[in-house]
């Protein structure tokens, strides 16, 4: 079984800020982690993805996360915010092959507000 | 050269009409799915397809019929609509090690059907 948990619905932060989401996973497997975005009337788009390789993550436009498997958590972070980051995030967990067919389980989002 | 497109982008219709929305990728994937998006962002797996075999079926009414022609295509019927069926519904594909999913998802751009 697995499951994902986004601590927070909606994050607002001023732009050139940091920014933190959180986001904590249980499975019985070892997972593959991953971060979404979706922009407006958009599609959703991988930021960044973890497969066992290295913890820290690094993604696209300065995004990176860290896979910390004594906490179960993989927050989504950023140094400094841009206005074009305003989205929803989605947190994703994916068990490695089992050898049998395992689904793709969806955190509930984080609404990101970027103030000027 | 859209990886994965879906069409319509919208339909308005009323209720008991029937409708499909048509899903196409040209990344050579072997499995592809079906996603709804509520209104507060939820995004619920309803089908996904391996290579035209449906490997997942959610607890989906049987007003909704996916079919999938070919591995590069999979559409969705959707007979006497209501109004709980207004949502978006995203199209993606993924390519799977083995039977196991990579969590490595691409989406389409989304069909937000409005149900009146």
């Known amino acids: ?116 | 050269d859209t990886a994965v497109s879906q069409t319509p982008k919208y339909l308005v219709t009323q209720m008991g009409n029937d409708k499909s929305i048509k899903c196409e990728q040209n990344l050579g994937h072997d499995t592809m799915y079906w996603y709804k998006q509520d209104s507060k962002k939820f995004l619920k797996i309803m089908f996904s397809y391996n290579n035209k075999e449906l490997i997942i079926n959610e607890t989906v009414p049987n007003r909704f019929s996916p079919k999938s022609p070919d591995k590069a295509h999979l559409n969705l019927h959707i007979n006497s609509l209501e109004l709980g069926d207004s949502a978006v519904y995203f199209c993606a594909s993924s390519q799977e090690q083995g039977r196991g999913p990579t969590g490595e998802l691409f989406f389409g751009e989304g069909s937000r059907l409005t149900v009146l």
Request: proline letters at 5%; aromatic letters at 12%.
């Open chain 1, 1 to 116: 079984a697995q499951s994902v948990t986004q601590l927070d619905s909606h994050v607002s932060v001023s732009e050139g800020t940091p920014v933190l989401l959180r986001c904590n996973y249980s499975s019985s497997y070892s997972p593959s982690l991953f971060w979404y975005v979706q922009h407006p009337n958009k599609g959703l788009q991988l930021l960044l993805k973890y497969t066992s390789a290295a913890t820290l993550v690094k993604g696209i436009n300065g995004f990176e996360a860290e896979f910390k498997k004594s906490e179960t958590s993989f927050h989504l972070t950023k140094p400094s915010a841009h206005m074009s980051d305003a989205a929803e995030y989605f947190c994703v967990v994916s068990p490695q092959w089992t050898g049998g067919y395992q689904k793709v389980t969806f955190g509930t989002g984080t609404k990101l507000q970027v103030i000027p």
